[in-house]
C-alpha cells in the first residue's frame, strides 16, 4: 500500500513561519506532479501548490503565492512546503499527494496539522 507522511506542523503565530515535509514510499514519485493540498475547518480539501516533476515548474493558489515555496528531492521521495508569513486563515490540515483529479487518490496520509493563532 502507498504510504504518505506529513509532518512539520506547529502551532504558530501570524507572521511566523514553517515549514512541512512530506515522504512516501511511491515508486513512480520522480515520475510525476506531486502536490500539497490543505482542508480549513470546515471547508473542502484543495490543491494550493503544485511542482512538475523535475521540480522547475511550480504553481500556487493565489492565497498563498509570494508566501509558500513548494520543493522536492526526488532522489528520496520527499517534498516540503516552506511556508512564510503565515495567517489565520492558514489554519488547516496539510497534505501531500498526487496532482490528480480527487477521484484517482486513493490514498491519504494523515496529515500534518498547522494552527495559525495569536
Known amino acids: 500500500q502507498l504510504r504518505i507522511v506529513e509532518s512539520g506542523g506547529a502551532l504558530v503565530q501570524p507572521g511566523q513561519s514553517l515549514r512541512l515535509s512530506c515522504v512516501t514510499s511511491a515508486s513512480d514519485f520522480s515520475s510525476y506532479s506531486w502536490g500539497w493540498y490543505r482542508q480549513s475547518p470546515g471547508k473542502q480539501r484543495v490543491l494550493i501548490a503544485l511542482?512538475?516533476?523535475?521540480?522547475?515548474?511550480?504553481n500556487y493558489e493565489t492565497d498563498v503565492r509570494g508566501r509558500f515555496t513548494i520543493s522536492r528531492n526526488n532522489a528520496n521521495n520527499t517534498m516540503w512546503l516552506q511556508m512564510s508569513d503565515l495567517k489565520p486563515e492558514d489554519t488547516a490540515v496539510y497534505y501531500c499527494?498526487?496532482?490528480?483529479?480527487?477521484?484517482?487518490?486513493?490514498?491519504w496520509g494523515q496529515g500534518t496539522q498547522v494552527i495559525v493563532s495569536s
Open positions: 499527494n498526487y496532482h490528480a483529479d480527487f477521484d484517482r487518490l486513493q490514498y
Open positions: 511542482i512538475h516533476r523535475n521540480g522547475e515548474n511550480k
